[in-house]
């Protein structure tokens, strides 16, 4: 017998997210900024729990393999349901110490979640993923222009999603700007 589980929503959760572009052997690809895990181009993401993985091992500290979201586990994709929460990421805030590629620039964008979802008190926790729109600023928080933000929105048109140059800067001027471009 099969189990016909119903899905948590009848359709993908909109969200809003920050990835890193970095440079995989010349080819410009999306990261997530916490474990620096590749997205695709054309693939969904699918989410695994990195902690119940690492620590399948150690049985007697009780944590048990399982499929993210977990609802008592922090595992999954994020989203965040502001657009404001989300822009806060595009400063140094997260500092790529540990990177694996040459980080080229930060990326906001809105993103669809599906599969098992897990409300949060922010957003969405989901096992599965891809990018909805992306957004690549000409200028960063500092309001320096950054280079190449122009072949960006280029090189990401693999994601198969519109990618929009917006003008950027500090975190309120990117939220504004984008809710002005989404009404």
């Known amino acids: 017998m099969t189990d016909l589980a119903a899905p948590d929503y009848a359709e993908p ?16 690809q999306l990261a997530s900024p916490v474990y620096h895990l590749l997205w695709k181009p054309g693939t969904a993401f699918v989410a695994r729990c990195l902690r119940s993985h690492a620590l399948s091992r ?7 393999a399982h499929e993210a979201p977990a609802e008592l586990c922090s595992c999954g994709v994020y989203a965040a349901s502001d657009l404001s929460l989300a822009c806060a ?9 540990s990177l694996s590629w040459p980080l080229l620039h930060r990326v906001l964008g809105s993103v669809s979640l599906w599969g098992d979802v ?12 891809y990018p909805a729109q992306l957004y690549v600023c000409r200028r960063n928080g500092a309001g320096e222009r ?10 990401l048109s693999g994601y198969c999603v519109p990618v929009e140059l917006i003008e950027g800067g500090p975190p309120r001027d990117v939220r504004d700007e984008v809710s002005s471009r989404r009404i």
């Open 13 to 28: 959760i909109g969200g809003w997210r920050v990835w890193f572009a970095v440079d995989v052997e010349g080819e410009t």
């Open 58 to 64: 150690l049985v007697w500290r009780g944590v048990r």
């Open 89 to 97: 990421y595009l400063g140094d805030r997260l500092v790529p110490e």
């Open 118 to 129: 897990v409300e949060c008190e922010r957003g969405w926790r989901g096992s599965h993923a």
């Open 146 to 155: 950054v280079l190449r933000a122009e072949e960006l929105v280029d090189e």
